[in-house]
């Protein structure tokens, strides 16, 4: 009788032995296979992430200079990089707009200082140049363009800023001012294709960065804009 209870007792631990084996094999397989799931699913987004940076380097390649002739109500450049003002100042001085827009100058910037470092002499400040120093980033770049363009009733911008910074800065704008046309003259560093090799890798490291704001910014373009209070200054304002 103990024999038998034995072996029964074994048999019972066999069976609960084999059943626990078979859940954890399945288990495993579950695993594995959400596994290989989330990996083809990472893998196509980075294909697909990828693939949208090399469109996005195509569409950085078409931007340049607007045409000589083409006139706009208003001129604006989004200060930041490499010789934006000065090129902006330029288009003043050819009559492309009739008012200049400077966003995002340093609160601490004088007028005195400005005028100098842009070669802009007083009298062009006074009658056509505005300061902008409320603006941190493209976004608010973006949201004291439309209060400048809405309080001067301008319906046409040529828009100013480097190459890779365009995009994001035409998106920005665009979401602010659907109703504006927007005319895109890039600057850009350097000439394409006549550089070193360390300087194109630096430059593909800017672009790279700029592609992933540009992807936010394509996301939190589905977002409504915010209604900003304008925060320019007209240069005659000005006691220094």
Not at 36 to 43: D, K, L, T, Y
Not at 118 to 137: G, P, S, W, Y
Not at 211 to 238: C, D, H, I, N
Request: charged share 20%.
């Amino acid at each position: 009788m103990f024999e038998t209870l034995d072996t029964e007792g074994r048999g019972g631990t066999a069976i609960q032995d084999e059943m626990s084996m078979t859940g954890t094999r399945t288990r495993s397989r579950r695993t594995g296979r959400f596994l290989r799931n989330a990996g083809a699913v990472v893998a196509l987004g980075l294909a697909l992430y990828a693939g949208g940076f090399f469109l996005f380097l195509s569409d950085v390649s078409h931007y340049g200079s607007a045409p000589a002739d083409m006139h706009a109500d208003g001129i604006v450049v989004l200060t930041g990089g490499h010789s934006r003002v000065d090129e902006a100042v330029k288009l003043l001085d050819s009559e492309m707009g009739e008012r200049l827009l400077i966003s995002g100058v340093h609160p601490s910037a004088s007028w005195a200082v400005l005028m100098k470092t842009f070669a802009v002499d007083e009298a062009q400040f006074a009658c056509c140049v505005d300061i902008d120093r409320k603006a941190l980033d493209t976004i608010g770049n973006a949201e004291e363009t439309a209060n400048w363009a809405s309080n001067h009733g301008f319906r046409s911008l040529i828009v100013v800023t480097n190459d890779y910074h365009m995009p994001r800065s035409l998106l920005e704008l665009h979401r602010t001012m659907k109703d504006v046309a927007l005319i895109p003259h890039a600057v850009v560093t350097g000439q394409r294709g006549t550089v070193s090799a360390s300087e194109q890798a630096n430059r593909y490291r800017v672009l790279f960065g700029e592609y992933v704001k540009y992807s936010a910014a394509r996301v939190r373009a589905l977002m409504p804009p915010k209604q900003a209070t304008a925060g320019f200054e007209r240069a005659a304002l000005s006691g220094d």
